[in-house]
């Protein structure tokens, strides 16, 4: 019964990341019978255990490029191929540790100049963000936010996360990167629907694991 699982388990792993089999060809959507996938990110280099090293070098993002296979004929309309990316990630801002100090002036205060064009200041107010953070929800380097009316059980909920690529074979993302963040870790997330209306369909998932320096 063992050997009969493994075989079964085989079997499922090749239908799914296999198209060119004559019997499974029509379940496929791409030409090239596989639907190959390939994502890279720019100015990242890959060290030996699979992590992606990416340098904060002044730019506040860093960016994500795809090459998608194309789609059979029948999964192009109007010229568009119905091809969708998701881009995601686990790694969050939260602006809790920030501040800022601002002058305070009063309506009926002193001036230096008699056309009342220059205020004296009546004291400092310092303004953390962690008020700022109850009004503005944290925000996730892929550029999306979960707010406190997110619906998680509704049926689009599934479109609220993430940031979208639709009808390209040539994707492409900016995430947020910020000087604060070297030392720190994050996975990214792409997900790939190959004919993203009804009908046969592939999906591909591509994961990168990322270090900042």
Known sequence: MKVMKNIVALGIVIALFSCKKENLKSSCPCIDGTCETKF?????????NGYT????NGANFFTVK?????LSPEYIVNNVPLIETTFDSDYWVVFDTIKYTTSMYSPLGWYTDKQFNNPISVGNHTYTLKTVAQVQPPINITGYQINPNTCFDCPYSSTLFGSYSKY?????????LSKYMKGDTAGVFIKVVYNSDIGPRTEKIVNFKVIFE
């Open 40 to 48: 890279t990110i720019e100015n990242g280099t890959t060290d030996n």
């Open 53 to 56: 090293h990416i340098k904060w």
């Open 66 to 70: 795809g090459e998608l296979a194309e």
């Open 168 to 176: 390209t074979y040539s994707p492409k993302h900016n995430y947020f």
